[in-house]
């Protein structure tokens, strides 16, 4: 009697450890995507009127900044900066959101 329910309490612990490792897996590929797609990320953001355009990175770099020669002709300094500034920080905050939206997206069921 002893040795069958040392069989079976041993095969439900296999059970157990397979499914605790298969969820390990889950988690692990989740993670590794998760990684490639903000590593990869540009968020773009346009001024109101659409004469400026900025795209910053996963880290809020800027990485490209796109002018209308119009505003720049029309515009003075002042309010071109402003303007530029913030487009700038409309992309950085379209990039945090994305990041959370992604984070969110990728959070394991807590009934698993």
């Known amino acids: 009697m002893t040795e069958t329910a040392d ?3 041993d095969q439900s612990l296999r059970t157990d450890l397979q499914d605790v490792y ?3 897996e889950e988690l692990r590929s ?3 995507e998760l990684q490639r797609s903000i590593a990869t990320m540009q968020v773009s ?3 109101e ?3 400026i355009q900025a795209t910053v990175d996963a880290d809020g ?3 490209d900044l ?3 020669q119009q505003a720049c002709r029309e515009w003075n300094n002042e309010t071109l900066a402003r303007v530029i500034v913030e487009t ?3 992309a950085s905050a379209g990039k945090s959101r994305q990041i959370e939206q992604l984070v969110s997206n990728h959070r394991p069921d807590d009934n698993a």
């Open 88 to 90: 700038v920080q409309n």
């Open 30 to 32: 989740g993670v590794d």
């Open 45 to 47: 953001a346009k001024s």
């Open 66 to 68: 796109r002018l209308d």
């Open 49 to 51: 009127d659409g004469a």
């Open 61 to 63: 770099r800027l990485v």
């Open 22 to 24: 298969g969820r390990y």
């Open 7 to 9: 069989r079976a309490a």
